[in-house]
Nanobody
């Protein structure tokens, strides 16, 4: 079973930094793109950053220049480096992947959208 496993959340003071990790656990055929989202209490889920299979990155204006999405050497790990954190960055952070997997039941590859379980980031003094 393929799943996304996140880690790295926690409590940090304003101006501090955290690095979130998202590991694709299980066998996939390919990964088209991986995104980081966040959802603060009472707010809609917000797309923060995307990295494509060709390592092209894009960012929301709210985090541009402060957050960096990157892929690990193992290629099945994606990081979100967060700097200059603000109280308004407090939220549950989710990774999301658009993957292709081989489905043995149907005997061919198919798209599979995955979500991580979420990791809480709290920015507070």
């Amino acid at each position: 079973q393929v799943q996304l496993v996140e880690s790295g959340g926690g409590l940090v003071q304003p101006g501090g930094s955290l690095r979130l990790s998202c590991v694709v656990a299980g066998s996939i055929f390919s990964m088209n793109a991986l995104d980081w989202y966040r959802q603060a209490p009472g707010k809609e889920r917000e797309l923060l950053a995307t990295i494509t299979s060709g390592d092209i990155t894009s960012y929301a204006d709210s985090v541009k220049g402060r957050f960096t999405i990157s892929r690990g050497n193992a290629k099945n790990t994606v990081y979100l480096e967060m700097n200059s954190l603000r109280p308004e960055d407090t939220a549950v952070y989710y990774c999301h992947a658009d993957t292709v997997v081989f489905d043995s039941v149907i005997g061919r590859v198919r798209n599979l959208e995955l979500w991580g379980q979420g990791t809480l980031v709290t920015v507070s003094s």
